[in-house]
């Protein structure tokens, strides 16, 4: 699976949205982007994944580059419990199916 | 909202005991993970399932060690438990039929500390 580049952390206003950016360089062309959230130390929460198209969903929005080198999760407007690590992760869908999760990036919202 | 739920929530143990950490979800999925991540630290890998009777071992070396004997249930056991167990232990499920499902479902953990 390819390897996956975060920003350590991010702040956002309340009400705002938040834009958080991942590089993914090394995808290759049957590898997915998702995107997981962990609040305090729960179990991670999916959001959202895609291939090429941009997609949405009731939770966010997600940008892939056309090139597929890179990607943005957005909240459109982001709220106090929106304050999470967000995970972004390349997977391809053969295999033992894992997620492997990097560090990702810590999203603090700001009443 | 997710079916997989995990058992006990949180659990506080003494040095040389076993240790059964239960997990079950009611989604009829063939594929079953258990994660360790440690306070403010990365999710590893430790055991995975692709159905009843498989078992592999993941990405981080664990000395636990877990069963599948029903599709539903993924138990995870310390045989003897130290210190250096102390961790919280996340478990996930997730279907594999379909290329476009990359959704994995996760429990809400179980925290273990080994005094």
Known sequence: ?111 | EADIYQTPRYLVIGTGKKITLECSQTMGHDKMYWYQQDPGMELHLIHYSYGVNSTEKGDLSSESTVSRIRTEHFPLTLESARPSHTSQYLCASGSGGNANTGELFFGEGSRLTVL
Not at chain 1, 11 to 36: F, K
Request: hydrophobic residues 30%; glycine residues 8%; charged residues 20%.
């Open chain 1, 1 to 111: 699976d390819a390897k996956t580049t975060q920003p350590t952390s991010m702040d956002c206003a309340e009400g705002r949205a938040a834009n958080l950016p991942c590089n993914h360089s090394t995808i290759s062309g049957n590898e997915y982007v998702y995107w997981y959230r962990q609040i305090h130390s729960q179990g991670p929460q999916y959001i959202i994944h895609g291939l090429k198209n941009n997609e949405t969903n009731e939770m966010a929005s997600l940008i892939i580059t056309e090139d597929r080198k890179s990607s943005t999760l957005i909240l459109p407007h982001a709220t106090l419990r929106d304050t999470a690590v967000y995970y972004c992760i390349v997977r391809g869908y053969t295999g033992r199916r894992a997620l492997t999760f990097g560090s990702g990036t810590r999203l603090q919202v700001q009443p």
